[in-house]
């Protein structure tokens, strides 16, 4: 088992990081590289697939977000987007994801459903503008993975537990990591790229509007998958992250635990707080109250209908 970023760079040391990752993998879970690498090629397929379906658009099931990708692809395809294509890519993919995440679609969680944007985001757009061959992409599959396995060893990777650092921030950390190898980086140099996406989302807060996966969380997505794009880019032109990773990791996990309840997913805090945010968060509660009322008056109805008709 690799229980450090410290000890990783050790083992990865002039050496493929995907095959350290696949290699170890093989030898603790007694899983053949193949069969890996097979299950990553299908995940990358329902990557690409919820991407092209997430463009379309269409209303969330809270009824807050749905259409973002939609109009960022509109404006991409009419040339009105002023950003270079990677950039605006990896936003749209991102938004794509999400988007399907809120109307309850098939996605890859990476590392939660929460944060499935990021990662599909990054590499999906980064293989199509470079012209980086889809097992290429795996084998980063395979990098992003294990970055975040490191990860989750000493953190719990979800908003209840640590804020949305924990997800978005881990996500982006991945991500960042798997760009700077499909650029063919070195081990130090995808490690770097994960120390500096990740210690910039340090403290980020985990606050859904109304308590659902919808606000902020997908222009969220798309926000942090640009800053670890921005992360791997830094990296690989040789800037390394003053703090190591490991203690990257430690500050993570020694914040999430500072964080108050409120800005852990509650919905108690934050965004969910603001004056609009308690007003959509109280349409929703009368919105479901509502539904369950109809749906008890349904019963009732049945019920009376059998009786009667046992007279």
Known sequence: ???????????????????????????????AKA????????????????VERGKG?????????????????????AGKTFLDPLTVKA????????????????????????AGGVVPGMLLALEEERN???EKTVRALVVAGGIGSIIALSANISG????????????????AAAVAYMMDGSTRQSI???????????GLVCDPVGGLVEVPCVKRNALFAVHGLTAAQLALAGVE?????????????????????????TAEGGLATTATGCAIGSRLKDEANQRRADRAAERERLAQERKASTH
């Open 1 to 31: 088992m690799i229980e450090s970023f410290k000890q990783l760079e050790e083992l990865g040391r002039d050496r493929d990081l995907a095959d350290v990752f696949l290699e170890t993998d093989e030898q603790e879970h007694g899983i």
């Open 35 to 50: 069969d890996i690498l097979l299950a990553l090629t299908r995940r990358r397929a329902v990557m690409r697939d919820c």
């Open 57 to 77: 658009g269409g209303l969330s099931m809270g009824k807050l977000v749905g259409d973002e990708a939609k109009k960022l692809n509109e404006a991409f395809l």
């Open 91 to 114: 936003e749209l993919y991102a938004l794509s994801v999400m988007g399907e995440n809120s109307r309850m679609g098939v996605i890859v969680a990476a590392p939660t459903a929460g």
């Open 132 to 134: 980086i061959d889809p």
């Open 160 to 175: 209840a537990a640590g804020g949305c650092q924990n997800e978005v921030g881990v996500a982006s950390s991945m991500g």
């Open 192 to 202: 770097q790229a994960a120390a500096l996406a990740l210690k910039n989302t340090l």
């Open 241 to 265: 992250s003053v703090i190591p990773m490991d203690e990257v990791v430690e500050a993570m996990v020694r914040i999430g635990r500072a964080l108050p309840r409120g800005l852990k997913e």
